[in-house]
């Protein structure tokens, strides 16, 4: 695995991979890799001849009061596992080569983006999209990665490679979950062990929603009021958003029909967690 941190030379290596028809396949992380991330990148070694990780923390798509600084960062152990999944290429460009310093070019899609995590990070998909751009334009993948975790960036980054013509394909890969059910997140580290505890609500809560629709319930604002009961059960887990929305638009729903996006954020302690059920009536 070769380690490259500007742009200028993994350009040169992958027009030769180009050159040689191989296909590129490129998993964007902010690092501190999971199963998640690694679940990612084997689908891309299974998939592509030649596979780029990108491990950027990128600071245009965190507040001032979020946690850049603070984001969970272990280079040495990121280089290994990517290297044991067989990545061919980790791109780990430094501020400066990402952003030059009279960078004044952003990529916003719009509406979709004021919804859900949207209504809390208002510039959060604009710092996403604009990075991931860059990124597109920087390696021209075949195929991108990414986690269904992350179910509204899937959402915002396949409405920005529809518009802007991005010519690629987009995979999205189910959400890599622990043994009891919480989704992972490089975040997860920073939960005590009862916050930790406690996170579990939220994939329990989902996991109702579920059971309930499966039963028969369609009405909207009940499946949220059963999943509002059992998170608030625990002290420690503060709920900011549950929606109940159309898969594709984001657009909230009253009934449960077609494919449907259930979709939750709320902080344990002081950790902002996400998850997410896709639901095909
Ligand atoms: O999902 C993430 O880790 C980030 O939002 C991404 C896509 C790597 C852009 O910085």
Redesign the pocket.
């Known amino acids: 695995m070769k380690v490259i941190s500007t742009i200028k030379e993994l350009r040169a290596e992958l027009s030769k991979e180009r050159q040689e028809g191989k296909t590129i396949g490129l998993i964007?992380?902010?690092g501190y890799f999971h199963q998640g991330h690694l679940e990612l990148m084997r689908r891309a070694r299974e998939e592509c001849a030649v596979v780029v990780v990108s491990l950027?923390v990128?600071p245009t798509?965190f507040a001032p009061s979020e946690d850049f600084e603070s984001y969970p960062r272990d280079f040495e152990r990121d280089k290994r596992l990517a290297e044991n999944v067989g990545v061919d290429y980790l791109f780990c460009p430094s501020n400066a080569e990402m952003y030059l310093p009279n960078h004044l070019t952003y990529v916003e899609v719009e509406k979709i983006t004021n919804k859900l995590c949207g209504a809390s990070r208002p510039h959060h998909f604009k710092g996403?999209t604009t990075?991931?751009a860059k990124l597109f334009n920087i390696v021209k993948p075949d195929k991108a990665y990414?986690g269904q975790k992350?179910a509204q960036?899937v959402v915002v980054i396949r409405k920005m490679v529809e518009d802007l013509n991005f010519d690629l394909e987009i995979v999205v890969v189910p959400t890599a979950r622990e043994e009891d059910g919480l989704a992972m997140s490089s975040r997860n580290t920073y939960l005590s062990a009862v916050e930790r505890e406690e996170a579990l609500v939220l994939s329990k809560s989902l996991q109702h929603a579920k059971e309930l629709i499966d039963s028969g319930e369609r009405i909207a604002q009940k499946i949220k009021e059963e999943m509002q009961k059992l998170i608030k059960s625990k002290p420690h887990v503060n709920l900011e958003y549950i929606s109940i929305c159309d898969h594709k638009t984001l657009e909230e729903l009253s009934r449960i029909e077609g494919e449907t996006l259930i979709a939750l954020a709320a902080k344990a302690g002081k950790v902002r967690l996400i998850d997410n059920i896709v639901i095909r009536d």
């Open positions: 964007p992380t902010m950027y990128n798509q996403v990075v991931v990414f992350d960036q």
